[in-house]
């Protein structure tokens, strides 16, 4: 054997053990909610009986599995364009400070370092009504009206979006500064002796350069809207998704499919079409974003 | 050294000769501190009446109940005696996982004897009888006696009937500047036990039944009058609404709440939290009273055949004793199921009307509780959230229920 191919085994060898993890934890897993989402199992039997495509016949049917996909695809929409826009936005700020720069980027990361659970409870009771909620008795001192926020059917998403927001918000700044700070001064130097403004330089230099990292950080925002779960499942009423179903995304209906119904094929058809939309997506950002950009 | 092995060898001898002949059989429950440690005890009283039989007692998270039967079930590994929800017996049973209790031994006169008349019918399945409860739990009418005082009503005297229902909830509601609720005179939150409010009690005191006999149809769509009480308590009394100060647990163990329909199993909470509160039989209405009596129940699976089976069936029958249900009672805080039983603590203050309530209870024989539970949450959400009336709230709700039932019947070939 030459020393080639001994060199190729051994790091076959070593990879073994991480290939066998992906295959029976990420792959199995996948191959088998195919197959679920063509039976009609319910977890506790142990016959599944092949029904062909009726599970995604009857999702399509299902009103609440059409709002679940319009409110996903909601939270995607009014989520990551604020995410990117927001930290984008303090990103250059904090860009600019040089005193306590880490103590600010702290601040800022603190929210989404904290775990989701707690963070959503203290934005539910934050969201309550007179006498409990904080802002609510804010407007109330002020002599403003007071708003029902997760308690109405158009307030509740928009809530639980900016929830969200407030808690990305801490991962993107921190990616943005890391991509801000690998922007050679010199190219801004330069563009600034030929007499660009700060505009020009904001336009023409920095995001430009910086496109590699928003077309990463809307890939990853994008999807996590799209499996938007603990958040919804935390600030609405017994984990409903309400009030009428206006929060509840994709993953929440799968969940309450799989383990409240215990209607397995339903639910794995659902993530079957989450699984194809999250795909799509994803493609169509990087072929659309992914521009490489020289100077 | 060698003689120390000797010993060691006679103890592990005699220990496998004692343990020889002996019968085992093993017992499932999700994991809650006070049932464990009472079923714990409830093994040892038994193994000394029984010495020839050993009881193995497996908990798990609740969480995880479903998932771990699941896949015991095609091991064979699984248990012999299950506790679970009444409400899941027709999936268990059509999944093949329960046998029918033998009629020799529990026949109906045994249930008749025994338990409460909404037993036998909340463990029947397709004229079948699948499993047996410890307890059980009925809802009742808490109220607040601080606030009653406070509103200048007489702290002993809570609501007997609908109508004073409203009247001292709206005597006991506070708002603010903005007429926002600060103090809920009731608190209704269909998420918590307002759904079975609605569905088995208000519906059947406005003149209707919820359901056909059998469960397949739902009717309380004919009686909207059941939905427009609730829901007038919400947008007409303004006397509470869904989701005050939270939920309604969190608003009467605050105090912010004077009134509540909740279930026995709260008694602990609330007077752990030093709440000065009373307990009365839900309001009556038409000279009509009704309650929503919901349990877990025993029951033997497939597996445990031959003498196992025996062994199971006394281990049943004693869980479902007299002398268990006083020391459920006492430990877990749960309503005794055996008529008997509960007579004798039919004074207590707190147990006493939870206990005249289960004479009149009905066990909703539920297929997919979540799901009808959310059918109840958005008929009352339509109405104050949306201004759609409690008619067509209502007739929406039954339509929805309906699919449900009718997926389920169909999937067992009904």
């Known amino acids: 054997m030459k020393l080639r191919h001994k060199k190729t085994l051994t790091a076959y060898l070593f990879l073994l053990v991480p290939l066998s993890f992906f295959a029976f934890i990420r792959f199995y897993p996948m191959i088998s909610a195919f197959y679920i989402s063509f039976t009609d199992w319910n977890i506790i039997s142990p016959v599944k009986n092949f029904v062909g495509l009726s599970n995604y016949v009857n999702i399509f049917k299902d009103p609440v599995f059409r709002i679940s996909l319009l409110n996903t695809l909601k939270y995607v929409l009014y989520g990551v364009p604020s995410v990117i826009i927001l930290s984008l936005a303090l990103a250059l700020l904090l860009n600019n400070i040089t005193k306590f720069q880490s103590f600010y980027r702290l601040i800022y990361v603190m929210p989404y370092i904290t775990p989701l659970v707690a963070t959503s409870w203290v934005w539910r009771w934050m969201y309550q009504k007179p006498p409990t909620g904080i802002i609510n008795n804010f407007l109330n001192s002020l002599g403003l009206p007071t708003r029902s926020f997760l308690m109405s059917t158009t307030e509740a998403l928009p809530s639980i979006v900016a929830t969200t927001v407030w808690i990305e918000i801490g991962y993107c700044v921190i990616i943005f500064l890391a991509g801000l700070q690998n922007i050679p001064k010199e190219y801004l130097e330069a563009a600034r002796v030929d007499g660009a403004n700060r505009r020009q330089l904001l336009f023409r230099i920095t995001i430009p350069l910086l496109n590699p990292v928003i077309v990463f950080l809307s890939v990853m925002e994008t999807i996590i809207f799209l499996r938007i779960f603990t958040q919804v499942y935390n600030m609405s009423d017994q984990g409903s998704g309400g009030p009428l179903n206006s929060t509840k995304p994709l993953v929440l209906y799968i969940y309450q499919k799989a383990f409240k119904s215990f209607d397995m094929g339903t639910a794995t058809a659902a993530t079957v079409v989450l699984f194809l939309i999250i795909l799509g997506i994803t493609i169509l950002q990087l072929k659309v974003l992914n521009k490489k950009v020289q100077y | 050294m060698k003689r120390y092995l000797m010993v060691l060898l006679t103890v592990l001898l005699l220990l496998s000769v004692m343990s020889f002949g002996k019968v085992k059989i093993v017992y499932w429950q999700y994991y809650f501190e006070t049932k464990v440690k009472a079923i714990d005890e409830i093994i040892k009283e038994f193994q000394k009446l029984y010495p020839e039989i050993e009881v193995e007692h497996v908990t798990f998270p609740y969480e995880s109940f479903n998932e771990k039967v699941a896949a015991s079930v095609p091991a064979g590994t699984g248990p012999d005696i299950v506790n679970l929800y009444y409400g899941w017996i027709p999936?268990?049973?059509?999944?093949?996982?329960?046998?029918?209790?033998?009629?020799?031994?529990?026949?109906?006169?045994?249930?008749?004897?025994?338990?409460?008349?909404?037993?036998?019918?909340?463990?029947?399945?397709?004229?079948?009888?699948?499993?047996?409860?410890?307890?059980v739990r009925s809802l009742a009418l808490f109220w607040n006696k601080d606030l009653f005082k406070e509103a200048k009503l007489d702290p002993e005297r809570p609501p007997r009937t609908l109508q004073e229902l409203v009247e001292m909830a709206k005597k006991l509601t506070k708002y603010d500047r903005q007429g926002n609720i600060v103090q809920a005179g009731l608190a209704t939150q269909p998420s918590g036990q307002g759904h079975h409010?609605?569905?088995?009690?208000?519906?059947?005191?406005?003149?209707?039944?919820?359901?056909?006999?059998?469960?397949?149809?739902?009717?309380?769509?004919?009686?909207?009058?059941?939905?427009?009480?609730?829901?007038?308590?919400?947008t007409v009394h303004k006397v509470g609404y869904p989701g005050f100060m939270n939920d309604d647990?969190?608003?009467?163990?605050?105090?912010?709440?004077?009134?509540?329909?909740?279930?026995?199993?709260?008694?602990?909470?609330?007077?752990?939290?030093?709440?000065?509160?009373?307990?009365?039989?839900?309001?009556?209405?038409?000279?009509?009273?009704?309650?929503?009596?919901?349990?877990?129940?025993?029951?033997?699976?497939?597996?445990?055949?031959?003498?196992?089976?025996?062994?199971?069936?006394?281990?049943?029958?004693?869980?479902?004793?007299?002398?268990?249900?006083?020391?459920?009672?006492?430990?877990?805080?749960?309503?005794?199921?055996?008529?008997?039983?509960?007579?004798?603590?039919?004074?207590?203050?707190?147990?006493?009307?939870?206990?005249?309530?289960?004479?009149?209870?009905?066990?909703?024989?539920?297929?997919?509780?979540?799901?009808?539970?959310?059918?109840?949450?958005?008929?009352?959400?339509?109405?104050?959230?949306?201004?759609?009336?409690?008619?067509?709230s209502f007739k929406e709700a039954a339509q929805t229920e309906q699919a449900i039932l009718d997926k389920f019947w169909n999937s067992v070939g009904k």
């Open chain 2, 197 to 234: 409010w609605i569905r088995e009690v208000l519906t059947r005191q406005f003149g209707g039944a919820p359901y056909n006999d059998d469960y397949t149809q739902v009717t309380y769509q004919a009686v909207p009058a059941a939905l427009k009480f609730y829901t007038d308590l919400i």
């Open chain 2, 249 to 392: 647990i969190t608003a009467f163990t605050s105090q912010a709440a004077a009134m509540n329909i909740d279930g026995s199993f709260r008694i602990a909470a609330l007077k752990k939290a030093g709440i000065n509160f009373g307990v009365a039989e839900l309001p009556e209405y038409n000279g009509i009273k009704s309650n929503f009596a919901s349990f877990w129940a025993n029951g033997i699976t497939k597996n445990c055949t031959g003498e196992k089976l025996d062994a199971a069936i006394k281990f049943l029958k004693f869980l479902s004793s007299e002398k268990v249900m006083e020391l459920w009672l006492e430990k877990v805080g749960e309503l005794p199921a055996n008529p008997a039983v509960a007579q004798k603590y039919y004074n207590d203050p707190i147990y006493g009307p939870f206990l005249k309530g289960l004479e009149y209870a009905h066990a909703t024989m539920f297929v997919d509780e979540t799901a009808q539970r959310q059918v109840i949450m958005d008929a009352v959400d339509r109405v104050w959230l949306k201004g759609i009336s409690p008619e067509q």
């Open chain 2, 91 to 135: 999936k268990y049973v059509t999944s093949g996982y329960l046998q029918p209790l033998p009629e020799s031994e529990f026949s109906e006169a045994y249930l008749n004897a025994n338990f409460f008349p909404f037993v036998a019918k909340g463990v029947e399945f397709m004229g079948k009888r699948y499993a047996l409860p410890i307890a």
